[in-house]
C-alpha cells in the first residue's frame, strides 16, 4: 500500500509540475510538439515546417521540412496523445507525466530486487522530488521529454535484465532486449547500456562468459534490440536519404567535435555530480564503498555501478557535453544514494528504539528529498518572479502564446504569418495550424506574395 500512494502522490506533483509554465518551452519542448503533432496527421514523415512556403534547410533542424533531428519514439508517443487530446499542451506533456510515475516504480523494484524493499523505497521516494526529472515534466531544458522517455527505457531495460538473471525466464531476457531497443528509438546507442551490464556480470560477476548459453543469450538479444530500432533507420535512409545520412553524420560527431557550442572539460561531469545532486553526492560514494564490501551479496548493485562509470566516462572523452548526457544514470546513482541512507540510519536502529527509530527515518528522507527538489532553484525558474533573470523569459513566452490565441480564429487558410520572434514561429504552427516564419525579408515577402499568400505580422493588431 506504502508504494501505492507513493505513486498516487507522484502522479499529482507531476501534473503540478506539468502545469508550471502554461507555454511551449523554447529548449527544446516546442519543436518536438511540432514535429509530433505532424506526425499525428502522417505518422511516418516526420515534418517541422509541414508546408513550406519558402525553402528550407535540412541541415539545420529548427528550420526543415522532413525532421529526423530525434529518434520517433517518444514523437509517436506524443502524437498518440494529441490524437486523443488535442493540440494543446498538456496533450503534449501527459506521456511524460505517466512515465515520470512509471519511472518512480520501476525503480522501487530495482532496488528491492538488487537491495531489498527498503532501499527499493526509499530511492522511489527520493526520485519522486529529483529536479531535474521533474523539469523534464514541464518541458524546461534541454532535450526534457526525449531525456525523460531516454531513462524510462534505459531503467527499463536495465530492470528487466536484473529479473531475468534471477528467474532465467526467456520472456525477461526479449524484455530487456525490447526496452534497450526503444531506448535507442528514443535517441541513440547509449540506450543499449544494458548489454554492457550483461557483459559485466558474466564477464567479472560469474564468469560464464565463454559459455554456450551466454554467448546465445547475448546474440539472441542484441538480434531483438535491433530489430526493434534498425527498421527505422533503414526506413529513413531509403525513403528520405538526404536527411537520414545528414542526422546520422551529425550525431556521429558529438564524440569528436564539440556541436552548437556544448563544450566542457574532461571533468566536466564529475563537476556536475553538486549541480545534480547537491552535497549529497557523497551519499553516492558511500552507497559504492558498502556495496564493494560485499561484493558477492550486492553484485548486482555492483554491475549498476560499472554501467554507471562506463556512462560517466564515455560522455567525460566525447567533445560535446550536455548536462542530460548523464542523467540517464540517475535512477541507479539514486538507488546507491537510498542505498548508503538504509544503511548508516540502521546503526541507530536499536540505540533509539523501533518507534523513534521510524519517525527519524522520515524525518532524514523528507530533508534528503527537499536537498534533491532544490526548491529555490525550482521556483526560479517556473515562478514570475521579478528578481529572477528567468522573468523575462516568462513574460515574453506567456504574452506571445496569448497573442496567438487571440489571433488564431482570424486566420484562414490564405495567412502566412511572418516575423515572429524567439522562435515562436513554431508556437503558431502548433496552435494554429498555419505556416510562420522567423524574420522575412523583403525578397521572400515577395516569393509569399507571389504565391497568393496574405502576410501576417506577429504581435500586429487583429486584422
Given at each position: 500500500?506504502?508504494?501505492?500512494?507513493?505513486?498516487?502522490?507522484?502522479?499529482?506533483?507531476?501534473?503540478?509540475?506539468?502545469?508550471?509554465?502554461?507555454?511551449?518551452?523554447?529548449?527544446?519542448?516546442?519543436?518536438?510538439?511540432?514535429?509530433?503533432?505532424?506526425?499525428?496527421?502522417?505518422?511516418?514523415?516526420?515534418?517541422?515546417?509541414?508546408?513550406?512556403?519558402?525553402?528550407?534547410?535540412?541541415?539545420?533542424?529548427?528550420?526543415?521540412?522532413v525532421?529526423?533531428?530525434?529518434?520517433?519514439?517518444?514523437?509517436?508517443?506524443?502524437?498518440?496523445?494529441?490524437?486523443?487530446?488535442?493540440?494543446?499542451?498538456w496533450?503534449?506533456?501527459?506521456?511524460?507525466?505517466?512515465?515520470?510515475v512509471?519511472?518512480?516504480?520501476?525503480?522501487?523494484?530495482?532496488?528491492?530486487?538488487?537491495?531489498?524493499?527498503?532501499?527499493g523505497y526509499?530511492?522511489?521516494?527520493?526520485?519522486?522530488?529529483?529536479?531535474?526529472?521533474?523539469?523534464?515534466?514541464?518541458?524546461?531544458?534541454?532535450?526534457?521529454?526525449?531525456?525523460?522517455?531516454?531513462?524510462?527505457?534505459?531503467?527499463?531495460?536495465?530492470?528487466?535484465?536484473?529479473?531475468?538473471?534471477?528467474?532465467?525466464?526467456?520472456?525477461?531476457?526479449?524484455?530487456?532486449?525490447?526496452?534497450?531497443?526503444?531506448?535507442?528509438?528514443?535517441?541513440?546507442?547509449?540506450?543499449?547500456?544494458?548489454?554492457?551490464?550483461?557483459?559485466?556480470?558474466?564477464?567479472?560477476?560469474?564468469?560464464?562468459?565463454?559459455?554456450?548459453?551466454?554467448?546465445?543469450?547475448?546474440?539472441?538479444?542484441?538480434?531483438?534490440?535491433?530489430?526493434?530500432?534498425?527498421?527505422?533507420?533503414?526506413?529513413?535512409?531509403?525513403?528520405?536519404?538526404?536527411e537520414?545520412?545528414?542526422?546520422?553524420?551529425?550525431?556521429?560527431?558529438?564524440?569528436?567535435?564539440v556541436?552548437?557550442?556544448?563544450?566542457?572539460?574532461?571533468?566536466?561531469?564529475?563537476?556536475?555530480?553538486?549541480e545534480?545532486?547537491?552535497?549529497?553526492q557523497?551519499?553516492?560514494?558511500?552507497?559504492f564503498?558498502?556495496?564493494?564490501?560485499?561484493?558477492?551479496?550486492?553484485?548486482?548493485?555492483?554491475v549498476?555501478?560499472?554501467?554507471?562509470?562506463?556512462?560517466?566516462?564515455?560522455?567525460?572523452?566525447?567533445a560535446?557535453?550536455?548536462?542530460?548526457?548523464?542523467?540517464?544514470?540517475?535512477?541507479?546513482?539514486?538507488?546507491?544514494?537510498?542505498?548508503?541512507?538504509?544503511?548508516?540510519?540502521?546503526?541507530?536502529?536499536?540505540?533509539?528504539g523501533?518507534?523513534?527509530?521510524?519517525?527519524?527515518?522520515?524525518?532524514?528522507?523528507c530533508?534528503?528529498?527537499?536537498?534533491?527538489?532544490?526548491?529555490?532553484?525550482?521556483?526560479?525558474?517556473?515562478?514570475?518572479?521579478?528578481?529572477?533573470?528567468?522573468?523575462?523569459?516568462?513574460?515574453?513566452r506567456?504574452?506571445?502564446?496569448?497573442?496567438?490565441?487571440?489571433?488564431?480564429?482570424?486566420?484562414?487558410?490564405?495567412?502566412?504569418?511572418?516575423?515572429?520572434?524567439?522562435?515562436?514561429?513554431?508556437?503558431?504552427?502548433?496552435?494554429?495550424?498555419?505556416?510562420?516564419?522567423?524574420?522575412?525579408?523583403?525578397?521572400?515577402?515577395?516569393?509569399?506574395?507571389?504565391?497568393?499568400?496574405?502576410?501576417?505580422?506577429?504581435?500586429?493588431?487583429?486584422?
Open positions: 500500500m506504502s508504494i501505492l500512494a507513493l505513486l498516487m502522490a507522484n502522479l499529482l506533483l507531476r501534473v503540478w509540475s506539468a502545469g508550471l509554465d502554461p507555454f511551449l518551452n523554447n529548449w527544446d519542448e516546442k519543436f518536438h510538439a511540432l514535429v509530433a503533432l505532424n506526425l499525428s496527421h502522417h505518422w511516418l514523415k516526420p515534418t517541422l515546417v509541414d508546408r513550406p512556403y519558402l525553402p528550407t534547410d535540412p541541415h539545420f533542424w529548427f528550420y526543415t521540412h525532421w529526423l533531428h530525434k529518434q520517433p519514439l517518444f514523437l509517436w508517443q506524443m502524437a498518440l496523445s494529441i490524437k486523443l487530446f488535442g493540440a494543446n499542451l496533450a503534449v506533456r501527459l506521456p511524460s507525466i505517466v512515465i515520470g512509471l519511472l518512480v516504480a520501476v525503480v522501487y523494484d530495482l532496488g528491492r530486487l538488487c537491495f531489498n524493499r527498503d532501499v526509499i530511492a522511489a521516494f527520493l526520485l519522486s522530488f529529483y529536479e531535474p526529472i521533474l523539469d523534464m515534466n514541464s518541458g524546461l531544458g534541454y532535450l526534457e521529454h526525449n531525456s525523460l522517455c531516454f531513462v524510462f527505457y534505459v531503467t527499463l531495460s536495465i530492470w528487466a535484465w536484473v529479473k531475468f538473471e534471477k528467474n532465467q525466464k526467456f520472456r525477461w531476457a526479449v524484455f530487456f532486449a525490447v526496452a534497450a531497443g526503444c531506448a535507442v528509438l528514443t535517441k541513440w546507442l547509449t540506450g543499449t547500456l544494458v548489454f554492457v551490464g550483461y557483459l559485466v556480470y558474466h564477464g567479472g560477476m560469474v564468469r560464464d562468459l565463454l559459455q554456450k548459453r551466454t554467448i546465445a543469450i547475448f546474440l539472441s538479444t542484441a538480434a531483438i534490440c535491433l530489430l526493434v530500432f534498425l527498421p527505422w533507420q533503414l526506413y529513413t535512409l531509403h525513403t528520405f536519404p538526404s537520414a545520412a545528414y542526422e546520422l553524420s551529425y550525431n556521429s560527431r558529438h564524440f569528436t567535435e556541436i552548437e557550442g556544448h563544450q566542457g572539460g574532461p571533468f566536466y561531469y564529475v563537476d556536475l555530480l553538486k545534480h545532486y547537491m552535497l549529497l557523497v551519499l553516492i560514494f558511500i552507497g564503498t558498502f556495496c564493494l564490501a560485499d561484493i558477492v551479496r550486492y553484485r548486482f548493485a555492483i549498476l555501478m560499472m554501467m554507471s562509470t562506463v556512462v560517466y566516462l564515455f560522455f567525460s572523452i566525447a560535446t557535453k550536455m548536462d542530460e548526457y548523464v542523467l540517464m544514470v540517475s535512477p541507479m546513482l539514486i538507488l546507491f544514494m537510498a542505498f548508503a541512507l538504509y544503511r548508516m540510519m540502521g546503526w541507530f536502529r536499536a540505540w533509539l523501533t518507534d523513534v527509530f521510524r519517525f527519524t527515518q522520515i524525518i532524514i528522507i530533508i534528503v528529498s527537499w536537498q534533491l527538489f532544490h526548491y529555490d532553484h525550482f521556483l526560479d525558474f517556473h515562478a514570475p518572479r521579478p528578481e529572477q533573470w528567468y522573468f523575462g523569459y516568462r513574460k515574453d506567456i504574452t506571445q502564446t496569448q497573442w496567438i490565441a487571440q489571433n488564431k480564429s482570424q486566420w484562414n487558410d490564405n495567412n502566412v504569418i511572418i516575423n515572429c520572434q524567439d522562435y515562436s514561429y513554431i508556437d503558431v504552427m502548433f496552435y494554429s495550424g498555419h505556416t510562420a516564419y522567423g524574420f522575412v525579408g523583403p525578397s521572400d515577402e515577395q516569393k509569399l506574395r507571389d504565391q497568393g499568400k496574405h502576410l501576417i505580422y506577429f504581435g500586429s493588431a487583429a486584422r
